[in-house]
């Protein structure tokens, strides 16, 4: 309603309605007349009414009831309590001695507080908020338009380089057309010498045919042959096309293209510095954060002299045991490379797979005769056999078990039986809805996560499959094909670090895959490896790689202690 164009009609008592209000009560908060001041005070005796002139109204204290004394009003304040208190508790030996003052006494003072706190809020802290938020608007305004900057650089970028790799494109595929019709054209060059010579050599048989066949000697005597000359064959000719050699630019590209480093946002007052990005502090047991480094390098390589390198196994950070095409096991020295000891299967089969336990001993699958074996002072010790599963993959748990993956020859799915000792404890072959959790086929390898997860690699179905220590399904990796190689995914050796990283290696793609303990795919190693095999993890987290091929282990450092 505007004031300046419409009528306003004046307040009336609360209790007549008509007449118009000149008191008030600030106990009842009732506007009243002074002809209605009587009848309110009488409507209710149980109450002390404070009747003040309505110009000051709510002026008079509203005293908080005592708690002891439920009718009476605390007028007074205990100083040593801290609480106000009534008359009757002032009367009461409960506050003697305690200092008693008049409750407005602390009101005002405390008033006097509040005013000064809310002059400081309105004239000072409040705007300064204002200017604050000022800023933070403006901060994050030009934040928007400087990251969009940076989005248009870096498209930008790209198509520059997409000009570039065209051109370049171009420019080599201009080269192979060249290449190939020079040598075309030689080649075909050399096919016209050649049916010249084929036509010659017609011509030579019609004319030596005819003279076999006349009866006149002296056409047969006018007769002279020369073949030596066509028994000199023409020289091979072959072309050598050549190969292109793509350089492997997934582990360099982003340095090559250009990176952004981490972003932060700090707090700065007065001077000083804090981050608001907290990082988390790591508990004593637990295990150093480490960043997997760009460039995984090669530090060791080990020739192991077996024909195939098929498996690798850590004893500790100076000693692995290697198995391959051969019955025997052999022990190396990781530094120097030699050769420390050899162990023989007791069939004299080839081992299928080798893992070492928590006590350092050496265990390995013997396929063809269906048993988990354990050396003991090197000697062969049986610890399972098996009736009508074959035995393809072991490995040694923190608990001390053996996690032994099996199958059979009747297309049954595979399966993981966990044995203490030759006890078994626990059998993984279906997920929850009855489906098998692995394929029916061979070569498969497994381990157990720092998380307690069991990890299979299983060949035929290409993937690593993962279940929880309960035997339920977490997840399958079915990999991340390197671009340059664009391989089928084709999972061999696998292994865990401390950081619950898995790690398995690609044999098509030769690379290893790392994933985080929930599937991600985090990065590849990828340096020179030669159709990788087995895996194994040293205490340091050194991979160490059985590269079928070349018959060598490879150490390989791809972590790096974070700095924080």
């Not at 309605?17 to 009587?38: R, Y």
């Not at 950070?317 to 391959?324: F, T, Y």
């Not at 086929?441 to 993937?463: F, H, M, P, Q, W």
């Not at 079915?478 to 690609?506: E, W």
Request: with cysteine; hydrophobic share 30%.
């Amino acid at each position: 309603m505007n004031p300046r164009t419409s009528a306003q009609d004046v307040m009336r008592c609360d209790l007549c309605e008509t007449a118009v209000v000149q008191m008030h009560c600030d106990t009842c908060l009732v506007n009243l007349c002074k002809a209605c001041v009587g009848e309110h005070m009488v409507f209710d005796e149980s109450k002390k009414h404070d009747i003040v002139p309505f110009k000051i109204r709510k002026s008079t204290p509203k005293y908080p009831r005592c708690t002891d004394h439920a009718e009476e009003g605390c007028e007074m304040y205990c100083n040593q309590c801290d609480s106000p208190v009534c008359i009757s508790c002032v009367a009461s030996d409960q506050h003697l001695g305690h200092k008693i003052v008049k409750i407005e006494q602390v009101l005002g003072e405390r008033k006097n507080k509040i005013k000064k706190d809310l002059i400081e809020l309105n004239e000072n802290i409040y705007p300064t908020y204002q200017d604050i938020a000022s800023d933070v608007q403006n901060t994050i305004g030009q934040l928007e338009k400087e990251y969009g900057d940076l989005s248009t650089a870096i498209t930008k970028h790209g198509e520059d380089w997409h000009r570039e790799i065209d051109k370049l494109v171009q420019e080599l595929k201009a080269d192979v057309d060249e290449m190939k019709n020079s040598q075309l054209k030689i080649l075909q060059i050399h096919l016209d010498e050649i049916n010249k010579k084929m036509s010659e050599i017609k011509d030579e048989i019609g004319s030596i045919t005819v003279a076999v066949q006349t009866n006149e000697i002296s056409k047969l005597f006018n007769v002279t042959t020369d073949i030596n000359k066509y028994r000199n064959l023409p020289e091979n000719i072959v072309p050598s096309v050549p190969k292109f050699k793509p350089v492997n630019i997934e582990a360099e590209l982003a340095k090559i293209f250009g990176a952004l480093p981490s972003s932060s946002l700090t707090s700065d007052k007065h001077g000083y510095s804090v981050k608001t990005t907290q990082i988390s502090t790591q508990s004593e047991s637990s295990p150093p954060v480490k960043q997997l480094l760009d460039e995984p390098e090669t530090d060791i390589a080990i020739d192991t002299g077996f024909e195939y390198l098929y498996n690798v196994a850590c004893l500790s950070d100076e000693k692995i045991w290697a198995s391959g095409m051969d019955k025997t096991m052999k022990l190396f020295s990781i530094n120097q490379g030699l050769l420390l000891k050899s162990i023989t299967t007791k069939s004299g089969s080839e081992p299928m797979d080798i893992a070492v336990t928590k006590s350092g001993e050496l265990v390995y699958i013997d396929e063809n005769e269906r048993t988990v074996n354990i050396v003991k002072n090197e000697k062969i010790e049986e610890v399972i056999r098996l009736q009508n599963w074959r035995p393809h993959g072991v490995c040694s748990t923190s608990s001390g078990d053996l996690l032994v993956i099996m199958y059979n020859n009747d297309d049954c799915p595979s399966k993981v039986v966990r044995y203490y000792g030759a006890t078994e404890k626990q059998c993984i072959q279906f997920d929850d809805k009855g489906k098998p959790l692995y394929s029916s086929g061979l070569l498969y390898y497994i381990t157990e996560n720092r998380n307690l997860d069991i990890c299979v690699s299983d060949y035929e179905a290409k993937a690593v499959v993962v279940v929880n220590q309960a035997g339920k399904l977490r997840f399958r990796y079915t990999g991340h094909t390197p671009v340059m190689k664009n391989k089928p995914f084709c999972p061999r050796g696998i292994t865990t670090n401390s950081q619950s990283h898995i790690l398995t290696a690609d044999y098509n793609n030769e690379c290893v895959h790392i994933i985080d303990q929930d599937g991600l795919f985090l990065r590849y190693i990828d340096c020179g490896l030669s159709e990788p095999y087995g895996l194994s993890i040293d205490t340091n987290d050194n991979l160490f790689v059985a590269e079928s091929k070349y018959k060598k282990v490879k150490k390989i450092i791809y972590l790096k202690i974070s700095e924080i």
